[in-house]
């Protein structure tokens, strides 16, 4: 699986895009596993189950997904067909569908189909006035597999769907725009820092929070000025997020983002992920400011792919930056 923009934040392209990420490094070190107050840093531990420390003073932002409509093609029971899907979807769920695709194989229809009817989101959908309706997706497994989910619903509802994988944002947003296609899944905080860039240039304030009703509040705001509305965003993230092993988690007893920076500053943590992590205030850099994490090193690897979690699986990462929604992190 690969996301939309994992490191998107704070440099803007023409079209507003900003870069997000990770940030500093530090000294090596391979000093054995130490206690909490030996400042030494927690060593990796092997294991072939991952788990995410939970973000517990919201270093990231509420990149939830809802679902961006062109004004023109809404109708109430066309958002309340997504809204069914909306509230059916949370983070868990989200990686059993990409976790049914990426790793065991499915089609994103058939995980699609069995995501609805075993969570009955179909039962009661309301007809809408019929027509044709055109989904976008982005070309990453998880969007074409929302993309089904959508179509499915919407043909529950009594449209004529087409789904159509268009590439990246830089295209099928103003696709979305122009009426090309009429449904897109979105992810809320990416999206408003995009619309803020082309609504309000390349210096716009980043409108996203970690908190989502910020974040939905300056969306809509900003869609409404580019002929988009939206549906209720559902309770899925995809975003930074950053793992480490079972196994480690439960040698050290880090549960959260504050565990590890108390527990394991020091030299022999290591921290894993893409090249520009170092100086990204969603990644490293993030981890210092917000949290006071100290790691010993960094390890060059890759934006949440199989590299950085290679390498907390054999033990030569202690925590890594991975996506929060990723099959990989299914539990069992």
Known sequence: MRRHLILMAVATTAAGLTLAGCGGAGSSGTAAPPSAASGQGCAPVAGDTLTVLTDDKHL??????????????????????????????DTTKLIALNKAVDIDRKTS????????????????????PGGKITIGAANFSENATLGEVYSQALTAAGYTVTVQQIGN????EPALEKGDIDVVPEYAATLATFL???????????????DLNTTMTNLKALGEKRGLTFGTPSQAQDQN?????????????????????????????????????????????????VYNFQAGKFSSLDAGGPLTKTALKQGTISVGLVLSSDGALAAG
Do not use: H, M
């Not at 004004?71 to 899907?85: H, T």
């Not at 944002?169 to 099928?172: F, Q």
């Not at 860039?197 to 970690?210: E, L, Q």
């Open 60 to 89: 990231q932002n509420s990149d939830n997904v809802v679902p961006a409509i062109n004004a023109k093609a809404s109708s109430p029971q066309l958002i309340a067909a997504l809204d069914k899907v909306s509230a059916a979807l």
């Open 109 to 128: 229809k058939a995980a699609a189909t069995e995501f609805l009817t075993t969570n009955n989101v179909l039962a009661g959908i309301q007809k809408g």
């Open 196 to 210: 803020a860039g082309k609504v309000n240039g390349a210096n716009a304030k980043d409108p996203s929070s970690p």
């Open 169 to 172: 944002r830089e295209l099928y």
């Open 241 to 289: 997020a950053f793992a480490t092993t079972t196994a480690f988690s439960d040698k050290y007893a880090v549960k959260t983002l504050s565990d590890l920076a108390a527990k394991c500053s020091g030299a022999a943590t290591v921290l894993g992920g893409p090249a520009e992590c170092p100086q990204r205030p969603k990644c490293q850099a993030g981890l210092v400011s």
